[in-house]
Structures are given as C-alpha cells and as structure tokens.
C-alpha cells in the first residue's frame, strides 16, 4: 500500500500560456527532492540527483511561447505580433511537459532567451537565461558553447549595469557586479576582472551580501596569486 503513495520527484503544474491563452501542464520538481551538493563561484547550482533548473521554463505546446513563473503578463501590441510571427507562425505544436533531458531543457532556455529579445525584455534577464544556458553546457561537459553563452550572459549583465536595468528585480546591484567579474575572469579578461572584483569589495561595509564580498576576495586574491607566479 505503501507503494502506491509513494511520492514522485516531478508534479503536473497546471498553466495558462500568456500569450495566446491556451491551458497545459507542465512538470516541475517538488522542493523535497532539491538536494544542493555545491555552488560554482558563478552560482551555478550542482544538485545531487533531481535538477529543478531542468523545469525552470514553461514552454506553451500550442503557440511555443516560452516563459518562466516570474514573466511579467504584459504584452505591447508590437510584441504581440512579433512573437506570433517570428514564433508561433514556424512552431510545429508540441510538449515540453515531459520529464526533461538536459538537452531537452536547452531547447526550452534558448526558445525562453529568444521570445526574451523579441519583447526586448530587461538585459538583466536575458543574462540570467544565457547564464543558465552556460550551466547546462557545463553539466555536459561542452565548453566551447559553454563559453558561448557565458560571453553572451556577459555582454548583458555589462550593458545592465551600464543602464542600470537590475533595478527593481531580485538581482542586487552587487551581485550584477560580481558577476561581470566571474564571468570575466572565466573568459580570460584578468584585466576586467580585477577591476569589477575590486568594486565588490569597495561595497562590503554597506551591504548584507557578505557571502559575495567573501567570493570575489577569494577570487582577487587568486588572480593577484597567480599573476605574482608569472613574474
């Protein structure tokens, strides 16, 4: 009897596409089975078994508008009818709401970042998809589309910063920083990485992020480390 109450790791979640309206399910993974193991310095989350980064997009089966739980339900008229020509007219009606390879999930990363663009969403969110879309690249070992993408989430946190469009979302003007910084120094500009890790460290008397002012310490101090072994 047991058995037959058994909890299962993914659950049907009930959608509403907020574009064309139509109604699906989608899988996404219950908080029990989410066991951190790590955290890259870029914050890419390593998990034990189950990855609920894998159900992070809602992908609609019938017009292919992909989006995640916190896209804003607005759309202009010019993004409306962009999205339903340069997506819907060429989407072959079909399912994401499956269980989830990783390059299943790619696929939904990539349709999310480009239904992004078309709405000329905030740079600070297409960063976070590019990034994501870097981390599944490294969860499969590919690291030239890893660096790819890891290139294309740095062009947009640089051009957030630079406009200032972080502002009033969940990522903190520090944590925008910092990242240019990982996300530099993983694409070999040392130059530019210093710099940024340097402006992290300038904010630690007044912010409450401290574990991120610990990371670029660490990371200044290695950079430095390794520059003085070359000299």
Not at 27 to 35: D, H, I, T
Not at 111 to 130: M, N, Q, V
Request: aromatic fraction near 12%; include cysteine.
């Amino acid at each position: 009897m047991r058995s037959l109450n058994k909890i299962e790791p993914l659950f049907d979640k009930q959608c509403t596409c907020l574009l064309c309206q139509t109604k699906f399910t989608t899988k996404k993974l219950r908080s029990r089975f989410v066991k951190l193991i790590k955290m890259d310095t870029d914050f890419f989350p390593v998990y034990a078994e189950h990855n609920p980064l894998l159900y992070y997009i809602n992908v609609c089966p019938a017009c292919g508008f992909s989006y995640n739980d916190d896209t804003i339900p607005y759309f202009s008229p010019e993004s409306k009818m962009s999205l339903l020509e340069k997506v819907s007219s060429h989407w072959i009606p079909h399912s994401f709401g499956k269980e989830r390879s990783i390059e299943d999930s790619i696929k939904t990363y990539k349709l999310a970042a480009y239904c992004a663009s078309i709405r000329k969403e905030k740079h600070i969110t297409l960063a976070g998809l590019y990034l994501r879309i870097a981390w599944h690249y490294r969860l499969l070992n590919n690291t030239e589309q890893e660096r790819r993408f890891i290139n294309l989430a740095l062009s947009e946190y640089e051009t957030s910063y630079s406009v200032g469009d972080y502002q009033g979302t969940q990522v903190t003007e520090l944590r925008t920083i910092y990242l240019i910084a990982d996300l530099s120094k993983r694409t070999n500009n040392l130059e530019q990485a210093t710099k940024y890790y340097s402006k992290v460290i300038e904010q630690q008397k007044r912010t409450v992020e401290t574990q991120i002012v610990k990371l670029a310490k660490e990371s200044w101090q290695e950079i430095r480390d390794s520059h003085k072994s070359l000299i």
